[in-house]
Nanobody
Framework: VELVESGGGLVQAGDSLNLSCTLSGRIFGSYIMGWFRQAPGKERQFVAAISRGTTSTYYADSVKGRFTISRDNAKNTVYLQMSSLKPEDTAKYHC????????????????????WGQGAQVTVSS
């Protein structure tokens, strides 16, 4: 499985930015997809997840109301729309693919995801 993120960049506080992640090598629709982020010197942090059929989503409290996760199974792509960005959103953002059931207790756990992208840097200046 290969995951490739795109869309990162440098923006100002309050701006919006959209990330994409395309999966190849497996059937995209068979995976739960998640976004995580990691800032220098900090642990990897859950951002958002979406179920296989797009019926369920889950967000970290820190991004709820500002970020939206979506997916297009026909394009093998998951998206993260980020708005009202804050300097504390600065991090490398990674998409990840997860097998198994959708459970809110596990979709937030990085260890439950088996495949990861290399990440896209998002920098928000104040």
């Amino acid at each position: 499985v290969e995951l490739v993120e795109s869309g990162g960049g440098l923006v100002q506080a309050g701006d919006s930015l959209n990330l994409s992640c395309t999966l190849s090598g497996r059937i995209f629709g068979s995976y739960i997809m998640g976004w995580f982020r990691q800032a220098p010197g900090k642990e990897r942090q859950f951002v958002a997840a979406i179920s296989r059929g797009t019926t369920s989503t889950y967000y970290a409290d820190s991004v709820k109301g500002r970020f939206t996760i979506s997916r297009d199974n026909a394009k093998n792509t998951v998206y993260l729309q980020m708005s009202s960005l804050k300097p504390e959103d600065t991090a490398k953002y990674h998409c990840a693919a997860k097998s198994g059931p959708w459970m809110s207790t596990t979709v937030t756990m990085a260890l439950s995801y088996g495949d990861w992208g290399q990440g896209a840097q998002v920098t928000v200046s104040s």
